[in-house]
């Protein structure tokens, strides 16, 4: 991705990638792409960390609201060695933007832990696609008058 003087982003995206979408409680969309998170860990070469999914409270249901295409049966064939990803995001919490079928695996045959990788708030920004504001709300309409006559 890169950052034009005072302009959009231009964001460059690999036929492999995958863009995760997050609506946050105030109806707010994010994008961020988790190849490119994932290529940015593995130029830092740093270790990843250890994620307890029973120490967050995760169940399939909890996984299954969050990314409604979970698919169970893909999740039992993952590899639960490769790390999942998170961005930082308000309120110091996180977002699981890479490791969704993982983390389900992890939760339906009793894993312990998986291994994590957590990007910097500035990888963060780097790998947003786009930030999409809360639609407006509508003002309800008066049905009492009905449609009226020309």
């Known amino acids: 991705m890169t950052t034009l003087k005072d302009g959009p ?3 460059v995206l690999h036929t492999d ?3 995760f979408c997050f609506t946050d409680s105030n109806g707010c969309e994010w994008h961020w792409n988790a190849g490119a998170g994932m290529r940015l860990v ?3 070469r740093r270790q990843p960390m250890t994620f307890f999914p029973s120490d967050h409270g995760l169940t399939v249901e909890y996984l299954r609201k969050q990314y409604p295409d979970l698919d169970l049966d893909y999740a039992k ?3 639960v060695t490769r790390p999942i990803l998170f961005v930082p ?3 110091e919490t996180s977002v699981l933007i ?3 079928h993982r983390a389900a695996r992890a939760v339906m045959e009793s894993i312990p832990f998986l291994l994590c990788h957590e990007l910097t708030l500035q990888e963060a920004e780097q790998v947003l696609v786009m ?3 809360p639609k407006p709300k509508l ?3 008066d049905t009492q008058k009905g449609r009226q006559k020309p």
């Open 9 to 11: 982003k231009v964001i």
């Open 98 to 100: 890479d490791g969704w």
């Open 89 to 91: 995001f308000w309120n």
């Open 17 to 19: 990638d995958q863009v």
């Open 131 to 133: 930030k999409i504001p």
């Open 77 to 79: 064939t993952t590899d």
């Open 42 to 44: 593995e130029a830092s």
């Open 139 to 141: 003002a309800p309409m």
